[in-house]
DNA sequence: AATTTTATTGAGAATGAATCTCAACTGCAT
DNA sequence: ATGCAGTTGAGATTCATTCTCAATAAAATT
């Protein structure tokens, strides 16, 4: 979180953006949180400290954190876009659970290999990949076994 | 288009569920379909022939569409679900051009292979694969070199 | 340091996909 | 044909996200 900061405002000049408060207290939050996080969430984390950010700002704000690498989107739950930071966190397989929700997270350079291969064959640039299977977890398939007999 | 109407069928029976008229117009036109659709194509789609489905019936009738295995979840584009059926079309990768909107499909049986032995390290069972990457297509790639120069 | 330019903000309104409500209706078992 | 349960269309509602706009703050210029 230092080396993120200089890059964010350089980042921004190149855009012609300014580095406001609202944009640093942003940033910061980010990476106060480790793991998943939505808009409302890191509003709350947030509004703890600072009672005069909007929720329009962070709205604004997450584009310009995707864009200049600090985040990046990394599923859809209930109907909400959910993001996590990319900063000493490589990017990775989602196993959703279907039955309580649970996250599990798997690092997939062989999938990504496989993929890559894919993609050169269609001469497609890939710039994010965004994997994920939903099913049950290890837990929610006992109850599920249990419950049928 | 036969099959599918018996399993379909047979799907609501187990489920104490009526084989409507709507039902029955909802499910042909997915079949009339190839490739992806949103609620809201589908419906345009029907209410050329059919003035009287109501969107809501739409909305209500996806969820029995996939669990009965008619259709699944295929992607998310412009801020709508998109779906495609299952019947006589695997399941694949999608490469989605963040440039001009293209959608490709690969097979993927290699990457889920994969992602099978991530998932069995964990215990997990997958349901359902969503797979996709984000970047840019072969036209698109090379209009950016070109605009570059 | 004051001024000018330009981007940004917060608050709340607006949008739009998806869900819900409810009284009228229909499939289907008897 | 009758009755019960599940279903429907229409419109209201929800809720995440985006937009609007007058007030404000950051950077550039003097
Ligand atoms: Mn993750
Ligand atoms: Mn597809
Ligand atoms: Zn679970
Ligand atoms: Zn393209």
Redesign the pocket.
């Known amino acids: 979180m230092k080396n993120e900061k200089v890059l964010y405002?350089e980042y921004?000049?190149s855009?012609?953006?300014?580095?406001?408060?609202?944009?640093c207290?942003?940033l910061a939050a980010i990476f106060e949180n480790h793991g998943h996080f939505?808009?409302?969430e890191l509003y709350e984390q947030i509004r703890e400290k600072?009672?005069?950010?909007?929720?329009?700002?962070?709205?604004?704000?997450?584009?310009?954190l995707i864009e200049s690498g600090m985040i990046r989107q990394s599923l859809?739950c209930?109907?909400?876009?959910?993001y996590e930071h990319t900063y000493g966190n490589e990017n990775h397989l989602h196993f959703i659970c279907t039955n309580c929700g649970k996250i599990i997270e798997t690092s997939f350079s062989k999938v990504a290999d496989q993929i890559d291969k894919l993609a050169k064959n269609e001469g497609f640039e890939i710039t994010e990949y965004s994997l994920a299977a939903r099913g049950l977890c290890k837990k929610c398939k006992k109850k599920e076994l249990k419950s049928e007999k």
Do not use: F, G, Q, W
């Not at 009672?51 to 704000?61: F, G, H, L």
């Not at 209930?78 to 959910?82: A, H």
């Open positions: 405002r921004l000049k855009k012609n953006l300014k580095l406001t408060k609202p944009r207290v942003i939505n808009v409302d600072h009672k005069n950010v909007s929720r329009a700002t962070i709205y604004r704000t997450i584009p310009l859809r209930e109907s909400k876009d959910i």
